[in-house]
């Protein structure tokens, strides 16, 4: 009974996993209706709702998340799969949140399970830096340079211990989408059920026909009207490479709209700061160390790229863009 | 070299180079998962995504080809020759850093007081951040001249090899002590201002330490209050501070005192390492043990991180037999350790290989012959 109140409030621990598995799961219609209901939460509100903690409903709701996991893969949609790894690790925290009062242990097994080795110390937590940088925002509070380091590790309050938990469980989640499988039938349908929710991007945001900009440059635009996460260096090399294009602030801005972080204010102060600081647009050694190049177009800068010269070239190489 | 005929003097430091590569076995532990980057007279990295299937292989290489520059990548590849980089299949970096004597009129032969600070920058890193704060291992260090003017440390370390970009820059920030924010050390409760430990992790707890071994001074005491000329209010104050209780006596504009002893204790190694360096998880850097181009010095790894003892002028010099006829282009200055004394533009000497190789690579000298 601990066990099963445990595995469905976590059930992205790997005692959950197991614990589905010997229950076994079957896919009744009130199980996907179930699922597409928390898919639907999660897209929309960007949170999940509880359930009451009785046993079937409990059993229930690991029949519900596996299937919530494979609906999601056979939508197969980037986006769909940030927004909800981002509510269950909401819902977790909600868990954790009141688990720190009534069962302290539990969080220590969710940590433990996540792989982060927390230590107990006099006034908080113990965590080595190397599982504290991957799970911490980018913000002065958590900042390393403000933080207590000693022998490797980092002292973390208690109320911040849940928050790093929070990031891990977002991060397992997100990363271990989607399953590559057959889905049964019902399944494909009510993943296209759930992509028909989705907010229906706009086409005007991304125009490819601008023929000249080179495939690093398309495909970070791809990637930002896929609503992926675009890195903060190739956001800069994007905003770089359109204001030197001579796109109006307006447009460029467009362009960043579909990101899953997206925040007018800040996209225009940027956008008008490379505008006022005239940066110049890094060549393409530099774009490739950067990670950014996916084409070995030889243009030398991202600038110089026309698609007669070098796109042909690429063709007439056979030479597959990334 | 592009295509270009060689220069008699880019010609000599080549063969000076094949014979040292043929002559000496480098370790270059995981060569096969490394790319690696040559350059030449003009260029550091002329060439790159260049893999090598081992050790001997990368050392045969070396002495056919005599690079003047020989770089590695930080990262570790499925396949490092593929391009372009995503191609590559990253599988982990060691982390770096990298220290640059700062920069100095000395320009061109850096003197002896740069190569100084560098290396005391570099001891810092390792005692002050690496080992206590890190909590590297010493078997993790190595620590390498980097044969033109500064050091590198690098850290092999399975805990830190797949760290991202952002998490790299994150413990180079820590070390610069970018977005240190003093404020948030201490707090204050009526008349009471609470701070670090000395017991404490991090940038409080090293100034506490510090702050605690300064109070014995006395001049330092003064600047804080008058009222430590009393031996008995300074152990107050000592033993309340020890619990993180930094006002018991009643000092005067406390809070600005604090931040301007902070700011003169240099704490940090702002300004002292390449954060970029740091952050980027395929970097190509100079191979400790191979010679630099710039000097014809050797890049040369410090035994058990034992900087102190070394003069890389003197230490890092990779040819030590024969002379050579040289005539200075340009007035060269002492340099101690390598260049004895001062030469004249256009002045002819026989001086020792190591001197020659070192003005040629400088070009600030030619062939006499």
Excluded at chain 2, 305 to 320: C, H, I, N, S, Y
């Amino acid at each position: 009974m601990e066990d099963l109140l445990f595995c469905s409030r976590y059930p992205f621990t790997r005692k959950a996993k197991e614990c589905a598995e010997r229950i076994g799961i079957g896919l009744s219609s009130s199980v996907i209706e179930k699922a597409e209901k928390r898919l639907r939460e999660a897209a929309v509100e960007g949170r999940i709702r509880k359930v009451a903690e009785i046993p079937e409903a409990m059993r229930e709701e690991l029949a519900v998340y596996a299937t919530c996991r494979m609906i999601i893969s056979s939508a197969s949609s980037r986006y769909l799969i940030g927004r909800y790894a981002v509510a269950e690790a909401k819902r977790a925290r909600e868990y954790l949140d009141s688990d720190e009062l009534s069962k302290p242990e539990n969080i220590d097994a969710v940590a433990e399970d996540l792989g982060l080795a927390f230590e107990k110390a006099e006034d908080g937590f113990l965590l080595p830096f190397w599982l504290y940088l991957p799970f911490t925002p980018r913000s002065l509070d958590y900042k390393l340079s403000n933080r207590q380091l000693a022998a490797g590790k980092v002292l973390v309050k208690r109320s911040e211990r849940r928050r790093i938990i929070e990031e891990a469980v977002r991060i397992r989640i997100e990363s271990s989408l989607p399953i590559k499988a057959d889905f049964p039938k019902e399944i494909q349908e009510a993943g296209k059920r759930i992509l028909g929710i989705l907010p229906k991007l706009e086409a005007s945001a991304l125009r490819l026909d601008e023929r000249d900009y080179p495939p690093c440059i398309r495909k970070l635009l791809e990637d930002l009207a896929m609503n992926a996460n675009v890195p903060h260096i190739g956001r800069v090399a994007l905003a770089i490479y359109l204001v030197n294009a001579g796109l109006s602030d307006d447009k460029i801005v467009d362009f960043f709209r579909h990101a899953p972080d997206f925040s007018e204010k800040i996209t225009r102060y940027q956008v008008e700061h490379v505008r006022a600081k005239k940066y110049r647009m890094a060549s393409c050694s530099t774009m490739d160390s950067w990670g950014l190049c996916v084409a070995d177009c030889r243009c030398g800068n991202p600038l110089n790229y026309k698609e007669s010269v070098h796109g042909k070239r690429l063709k007439a190489e056979g030479k597959k863009v990334e | 070299m592009a295509g270009e005929a060689m220069g008699k003097e880019e010609a000599h430091v080549r063969k000076l180079f094949s014979k040292y590569y043929s002559e000496n076995k480098i370790a270059m532990p995981s060569a096969h998962m490394r790319e690696f980057g040559f350059g030449g007279w003009d260029k550091k990295i002329e060439f790159r995504h260049i893999a090598v299937p081992g050790e001997a292989e990368l050392m045969a290489k070396l002495a056919l080809e005599a690079p003047l520059y020989v770089s590695y990548s930080v990262a570790y590849y499925q396949f490092p020759s593929a391009r372009p980089m995503v191609r590559k299949g990253w599988r982990g970096a060691d982390l770096v850093f990298d220290l640059d004597a700062p920069e100095h009129s000395c320009g061109k032969f850096t003197c002896q007081e740069c190569l100084d600070k560098v290396k005391q920058d570099a001891i810092k890193l390792i005692e002050d951040f690496l080992l206590p704060d890190f909590g590297f291992s010493k078997s993790e260090l190595s620590a390498n001249f980097s044969g033109g003017r500064g050091y590198h440390v690098h850290v092999k370390s399975q805990a830190v090899e797949q760290l991202d970009r952002s998490a790299r820059r994150e413990i180079a920030d820590y070390i610069a002590g970018t977005g240190l924010d003093f404020d948030r050390l201490f707090w204050e409760d009526g008349k009471k201002l609470f701070g670090p430990k000395p017991s404490d992790g991090g940038y409080g707890g090293k100034f506490a330490r510090e702050y605690l071994r300064r109070l014995d001074d006395e001049e330092f005491a003064q600047q804080i209050s008058r009222k430590l000329s009393k031996p008995e209010e300074k152990a107050r104050l000592k033993s309340a501070i020890q619990q993180g209780n930094w006002d018991n006596i009643g000092i005067a504009n406390r809070k600005r005192k604090l931040r301007e002893k902070f700011e003169e204790m240099r704490l940090t190694l702002a300004g002292r390492i390449d954060a970029n360096v740091t952050a980027d998880i395929t970097k190509l850097i100079r191979m400790p043990n191979s010679l630099h181009g710039g000097s014809g010095l050797c890049a040369k790894s410090i035994p058990s991180l034992k900087l102190d003892g070394f003069e890389p002028m003197r230490d890092a010099q990779a040819f030590r037999q024969g002379s050579l006829k040289i005539k200075a282009a340009e007035s060269i200055p002492e340099v101690p350790g390598i260049v004895p004394e001062k030469m004249p533009a256009g002045k002819i000497a026989e001086v020792p290989q190591a001197q020659a190789a070192y003005l040629l690579c400088k070009k600030a000298a030619v062939l006499a012959d």
